[in-house]
């Protein structure tokens, strides 16, 4: 009735403007689908690049990364330029992606999120154990011997890191130019 339309209107002095409707279910069918597309996409690929920014000034850097869910885990220095970016501001950005020739090939993923140095022997434990699943070479780093010798100035300075993801976007322009998707996702416990 026009009684229970106009109460649900807000107006305001250009325009009408009708609320949205109620939120739809949080998993769908396509949800559950682009998150599958988007953990798989995450658990093959090898590389990202983080772009972070401290008094305005942005910038990006390519790390080695390993996954556990959304979660993304990766060793860089506190003193580079995105270690001492990350501790003055949290919030990062990040793009994972293929290199191809022709614009249909395109696929990838873009991220927000804040990252944070891991502190927790549990969590050290989980990312080790994340890690060296997808990058085995590196425990030679840290067994004594040549590498070690070679890196040990490196080394020290490493840290273990952890982005956790506030919204992951999925790129895929074999779908039609610049088509993406949007998975916001829950904050982290």
Known sequence: DNETSDKKMVRSKSKTVTPPPAAAPATTPASEDLRRQILEYLEAHYSMTIASCRRDVPWAAAVFYASDGFDLYF??????RHGTNMAANKLVSAAIHEDPRDWRAIRGIQLEGQAEQVRSPKRKARFWEIYLKKFPFVE?????????EMLQEKLAGIRLYRIVP???WYLDNSRGFGHRELLPLPPAD
Do not use: D, E, I, Y
């Open 75 to 80: 060793l860089s220095n506190p003193r580079s």
């Open 140 to 148: 030679a780093f840290f067994r004594p011997g040549p590498q070690r």
């Open 166 to 168: 506030h919204a992951v």
